[in-house]
Structures are given as structure tokens and as C-alpha cells.
Antibody, heavy 121, light 108 residues
Framework: EVQLVESGGGLVQPGGSLRLSCEAS????????MSWVRQAPGKGLEWISV???????KYADSVKSRFTISRDTSKNMVFLQMKSLSAEDTAVYYC???????????????WGQGTLVTVSS | DIQMTQSPSTLSASVGDRVTITCRAS??????LAWYQQKPGKAPKLLIY???ILESGVPSRFSGSGSGTEFTLTISSLQPDDFAAYYC??????????FGQGTKVEIK
């Protein structure tokens, strides 16, 4: 059974940094594209980053140069390092596994329970 | 980047109603379109991918159609468990992944 468990969320001051972790089970993170998706309170879903099978990373413009996605295949974990945080980054952050079908990945077939990041002084 | 627009933003319906939600892309995404259901306080759940393929375990009252720039999610007979928010998402290679703003299905 696929399971994704996020951790590392919490209260951080504006301008601060935080590192989110995602522990995967039931599959190998090295075999799947892995993304992070966030949801601000009362708002919709926003894709923010993906790490490809090759290790190539992509980011939404809203977090580019501030957030870094990475993985540790030996621990079967994915991470999101966040810096220069502002109130606009307050959200629940979901770790998601991407599905693969008909030669293309990019849809999200498994989600973690989410971890709340609150940026406030 | 491709922008996704859903309509309506809110929909009031009764149990047993046929419900249709529309999702439009600012440029063609072929059939690279997924739909998700989200209940309050929970993570989203994949319902449909590649515009019309039902994810395993999803009830057959859900269906998806469309290609290019216009897509629909249909619930053939709304059940009490279906009151939730629904999101479309495109995953065309030409653009970063992106979601629609969501449609909330409420009890009438």
C-alpha cells in the first residue's frame, strides 16, 4: 500500500526557513516523479515543485529560487527546503506521487495527509 | 503558462441530481487533464485522469469527457458522499502543472 507521510511544518517568522520531509512507503521514490502541492487556508490547490526520475527539478514561479526539492533514495524520502518565507507561503503542504499513463506523468495519484506551514510574527 | 478556469465556482444540488462541472484551458492540453475530489480537512483524491479514465475504485457515476481546451466532469446521480470540492488539473508537457480554482458542490 502506498503511503506518504509529511512532517516538518510549523510556525515560522517572515524571512525564515523550514524543511519539510515526506516519508514514502509501498514504492520507491526513485521510480516515480514526486511533487509538492500546497493549499492556502480556504483557497485552491497550487502545484509548486516536481523532481523527475533523473533528479531534474522544476518549480512554480511563485517559489522559484526560494524553494528546493530533493530526495534521499536510501531513506525513500522527499524533501522541500523553503527559505525567505512570507505570509503568502502559509498553507498546507502536500507530498504527492505522480501517476504514469499513456506515456506521460503529471497527475497526482497518491497524496499525503499534509503538513501546515504558518508564516507569522 | 496554461491557465485553468472552472465553472461554476459553487453549485447547489440535491441527492439524485445529475451534476456537470466545466473546466476550460487557456490553450490546448490535448487529453492531459485530471479531476480531483476534496472533502474538508482531507487531502484531494484522484477521480479521473487523461480526461476520461476512471481511477481504480472510483464509483462509475463519475465520468469525464473533453479534449483540447474544454472538459467536463459529470456525476450522473449525486450521492450524499459527493458533496465536496472538485478541481481540474492539466499536465500537458508544454506548461507547468496547474489547477483550476475549484468547484464546491453544496446541498440544495
Amino acid at each position: 500500500e502506498v503511503q506518504l507521510v509529511e512532517s516538518g511544518g510549523g510556525l515560522v517568522q517572515p524571512g525564515g526557513s523550514l524543511r519539510l520531509s515526506c516519508e514514502a512507503s509501498g514504492f520507491r521514490v526513485s521510480d516515480k516523479y514526486m511533487s509538492w502541492v500546497r493549499q492556502a487556508p480556504g483557497k485552491g490547490l497550487e502545484w509548486i515543485s516536481v523532481i523527475h526520475l533523473s533528479g531534474t527539478t522544476k518549480y512554480a514561479d511563485s517559489v522559484k529560487s526560494r524553494f528546493t526539492i530533493s530526495r534521499d533514495t536510501s531513506k525513500n524520502m522527499v524533501f522541500l527546503q523553503m527559505k525567505s518565507l512570507s505570509a503568502e507561503d502559509t498553507a498546507v503542504y502536500y507530498c504527492v506521487k505522480e501517476g504514469y499513463s499513456y506515456g506521460l506523468t503529471g497527475f497526482f495519484d497518491s497524496w499525503g495527509q499534509g503538513t501546515l506551514v504558518t508564516v507569522s510574527s | 503558462d496554461i491557465q485553468m478556469t472552472q465553472s461554476p465556482s459553487t453549485l447547489s444540488a440535491s441527492v439524485g441530481d445529475r451534476v456537470t462541472i466545466t473546466c476550460r484551458a487557456s490553450q490546448s492540453v490535448s487529453s492531459w487533464l485530471a479531476w480531483y475530489q476534496q472533502k474538508p480537512g482531507k487531502a484531494p483524491k484522484l477521480l479521473i485522469y487523461k480526461a476520461s479514465i476512471l481511477e481504480s475504485g472510483v464509483p462509475s457515476r463519475f465520468s469525464g469527457s473533453g479534449s483540447g481546451t474544454e472538459f467536463t466532469l459529470t456525476i450522473s446521480s449525486l450521492q450524499p458522499d459527493d458533496f465536496a470540492a472538485y478541481y481540474c488539473q492539466q499536465y500537458d508537457l508544454s506548461s507547468p502543472r496547474s489547477f483550476g480554482q475549484g468547484t464546491k458542490v453544496e446541498i440544495k
